[in-house]
């Protein structure tokens, strides 16, 4: 007899091998107990996560600036091709102009392409900078977890989302840890 894995079971053995995983650290460690934080909390109450929220407002306002810098500069640019077909459409034949019309449309499409990659790169930029000042946030928070479980014996630090049931909350220690 042939077993099938059906789509249902998939998750079900994931979930009881992280059991088993989670059971095995525990009793590895001489079965110390399981932490968790409370990253929202975090967020909330760290400085360093306060700074990066100035930072991102910083950035939005900067990101937005330069848009509007943008849409100037392409709006300008669009106006005077406007300009431009206008002054050759004027006497033509009905032929003429729509073959005038289609080359103007491709030009208008491609400033319009090169604005808008423009404004791609400044959002990847900023997007960016965001990034590396998070993640040395979280490298931070997680160096801190790091010394808290070698200090107090944890086997393993989840996030309170995670977790259902038990545990102890070291959302404080590490909020003492990084005021300091």
Do not use: C
Request: glycine share 6%; proline share 1%.
């Amino acid at each position: 007899m042939k077993f099938k894995f059906t789509k249902k079971l998939v998750p079900v053995l994931l979930m009881i091998g992280l059991v088993f995983a989670i059971t095995g650290l525990v009793t590895a460690n001489g079965g110390k107990t399981v932490g968790y934080i409370d990253m929202q909390r975090l967020q909330n109450e760290l400085p360093l996560f306060k700074d990066w929220q100035e930072l991102l407002q910083q950035k939005n306002a900067e990101y937005n600036s330069f848009r509007t810098y943008l849409e100037t500069q392409q709006n300008n640019e669009l106006s005077a091709l406007k300009k431009q077909q206008e002054a050759e459409l004027k006497g033509k034949a009905e032929a003429e102009r729509k073959e005038i019309e289609a080359k103007y449309q491709e030009q208008a499409i491609s400033i319009i392409k090169k604005y808008q990659q423009k404004l791609e790169a400044e959002n990847a930029r900023l997007t960016s900078e965001l990034q590396v000042k998070h993640e040395e946030i979280v490298a931070k928070i997680e160096a801190t977890l790091e010394g808290i479980a070698k200090k107090e014996g944890y086997a393993i630090i989840l996030e309170k989302s995670v977790v259902y049931y038990g545990g102890e909350d070291l959302t404080e220690q590490v909020i003492a840890a990084l005021k300091k």
